[in-house]
Nanobody, 126 residues
Framework: QVQLVESGGGLVQAGGSLRLSCAAS????????MGWFRQPPGLEREFVAT????????YYADSVKGRFTISRDNARNTVYLQMNSLKPEDTAVYYC???????????????????WGQGTQVTVSS
């Protein structure tokens, strides 16, 4: 099993920045991908970004490209999401997720991830 704990959410004005952190514990050697998803109010959970644990390859949703950066610190078993130029439509509960293995385009699908954090609220005011 892998346990994930997010931190760093909060309230920020449009144009501001936040950095989310996700610390993994347990059988972290089994992780192949760690990603971020978000669920806006009244909507379904959607992909934000993901990173391969070994090589550091990154993938982003079009809506956040150029504004968000995902990174990892293998020594600390932690993944980060740096969010810049935040917009009100970025308001959501952000979830960290980890996957043991993923093939091809399934890296963008929530169902491909095996472990989830509890979520952290990000609110962007206009």
């Amino acid at each position: 099993q892998v346990q994930l704990v997010e931190s760093g959410g909060g309230l920020v004005q449009a144009g501001g920045s936040l950095r989310l952190s996700c610390a993994a514990s347990g059988r972290t050697f089994s992780i192949a991908y760690m990603g971020w998803f978000r669920q806006p109010p009244g909507l379904e959970r959607e992909f934000v970004a993901t990173i391969t644990w070994s090589g550091g390859s990154t993938y982003y949703a079009d809506s956040v490209k150029g504004r968000f950066t995902i990174s990892r610190d293998n020594a600390r078993n932690t993944v980060y999401l740096q969010m810049n130029s935040l917009k009100p439509e970025d308001t959501a509960v952000y979830y960290c997720a980890a996957a043991k293995e993923i093939s091809g385009s399934r890296r963008y699908a929530a169902g491909a991830y095996d472990y989830w954090g509890q979520g952290t609220q990000v609110t962007v005011s206009s």
